[in-house]
């Protein structure tokens, strides 16, 4: 097949990468709210690659699993699909493990596209990240004050700063920044995991949330730029070594610990696509829910040139004569 725009490889895999992650949120879900974290990951893992190898794609891991000798499937670097353009893949199989096992809100499975070279193979460490919408987009910065970042985006979105709501991961490392934003005059929603799906929901208007702070992994904040990039919102992040190792890893990888990383730094792709579903029902995505015979599913997928974003509310029919009454 041959790829002559800028929109090939989306068109051909914008509506497959759904497929990808409504296996993988079906596979999971059916280990919702039963206390085992590794089966869902594992269950979720697997149900994604088998749909990623029947791809007509070659596609590079670039964040997955981990690396070679640490994950038997999706690791960095696994070569997937059965022939097809050369692209880079990111995988969070199943973001919010621990929280999916639990039976709690807003787990989803998550994927982005990207022709190669076009998704930054991000070192799993930390990342300060600043996650605005499209209003607020190109006016904020990670070196200005808590407070001056607020300002702005209740600007952008003509609010008063106590109109806002900031979601910061619960961690006792983001003691200080809630303390600011809570001075400031905004609410804070903490989340226990999950800043891929909070990332995206800060883009989209009626999820109640308005912006993203703190610190969270650097592989999620790359899954959030593919996302961000095709609904032009912003993220912005800055590496966080922990230890003398990271350090020198990211100065191999010619990376700079003190620059901000923006949006396309992160994606640098032209052509992207992103999909996730929902596995346990959240402000942004309905989780799985089953009937006799099948199940209901609910994705966000969407396209950098197309510039689509679809919400796919999709019914699956497992069994031979099932039936359902369609209903919105």
Known sequence: MQFDSDMDIERLLVLEVARVTEQAALAASRLAGMGKKDEVDEAGTEAMRRVLSE????????????????????????????????????????????????????????????????????????????????????????????????????????????????VILDRPRHEQLIREVREAGARVKLITDGDVVAAVSVAVRGTGVHVMMGSGG?????????????????????????????????????VDEKKIYRTNDLAPGRQIVFSATGITHGELLEGVRYFGGGARTHSIVMGYQTKVVRFIDAIHLFESGARVNIRV
């Open 55 to 166: 791809l007509p794609i070659v596609g590079r891991v670039v964040i997955g699993e981990g690396e070679m000798d640490e994950a038997p499937m999706l690791y960095i670097g696994e070569i997937l699909g059965r022939g097809g353009p050369e692209v880079d893949i990111a995988v969070d199989p199943v973001e919010g493990t621990n929280i999916t096992a639990k039976g709690l809100p807003n787990a989803i499975t998550v994927i982005a596209i990207s022709e190669k070279g076009g998704l930054v193979g991000a070192p799993d460490m930390y990342m300060q990240k600043l996650v605005v919408g499209p209003p607020a987009a190109g006016k904020v910065s990670l070196d200005f004050p808590v407070e001056a970042n607020l300002r702005i985006v209740a600007d952008s979105l003509q609010r008063k700063v106590e109109d806002l709501v900031v």
């Open 218 to 254: 650097a592989p999620e904040g790359v899954l959030a730029a593919a996302a961000l990039k095709c609904m032009g919102g912003e993220i912005q992040g800055r590496f966080l070594p922990s230890n003398e190792a990271e350090l020198e890893r990211l100065r191999s990888m010619g």
